[in-house]
């Protein structure tokens, strides 16, 4: 396998949003979609992830798709197993969901929410020892792009987890997202050339991390829309797309999920 040859994935992240009524309109509309034209699982792997208290719904309402859609949880508690942890959810209570998938390391998170590398390290280790997959999500700010900093952050960020990683785990359990923090919900897209090249960088990183570099799906975030999505699907290393305020419009993440099928 070639990082060419990677099926591409399109998540949709939710972040706060939105209320179940929309969540309905969303899930049928979707729905509709995929019945118009069909994505098959061999073109692009598609995958949502809404707020904790929604995945059930999202989960029923994606069981009446005629292909597998993914719920995915935008966080997993550094705690593991059960016990007196007010307010947490632990890989182990997601595996029990039937949910497999899960974001770490949102800038979001580790801006606002004080996700620091130790605290990844333990969140990507519970998750991954408790099978699930995690995206683990990196991306500089504007003023480290500023400084030429971009290319040291990112790696910085992807070494910081590879003590946590085994071989076996890179190869099947981890899909990394490229997220410049300036271009997320600013409208602000990275040039298809620039996040090719940052992802190219990112590809190398991992080869020297382990054997399966080649084979890990690298997703590109921030303002991902339909209008730029083609252009970002056909770059080499863009294995597929982590879509936040786009993704709330069932038309349009479907329209992004149809870019990259096509496109790989
Ligand atoms: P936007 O697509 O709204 O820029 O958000 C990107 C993002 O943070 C996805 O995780």
New binding site residues.
Partial sequence: MSASTIVPWV?G?W?MNPTLSSIQEWTEQFGQCLQQAAISEEQCHIAVAPTFIALSKVQADFSLYSRKVHAVAQDVSRFEGTGAFTGEVSATLLKDSQINHV?IG???RRELLADDTDVLRQKLTNALQTGLTAVF?VGESLEQREQGVAEQVVLQQICDIASVVSDTQWESQIII?Y?PIW?????KTASAQDAQAMHAKIREGLKQLTSSGDKIAILY?????PENAEELATCADINGA??????LKADSFYKIAQAFAQAK
């Fill in positions: 998540i992240n972040k974001l949102h800038s979001e999500c997202a997220e271009a997320i919900g600013t409208g975030g921030g303002s991902v829309k982590l879509v936040g305020g786009a993704s």
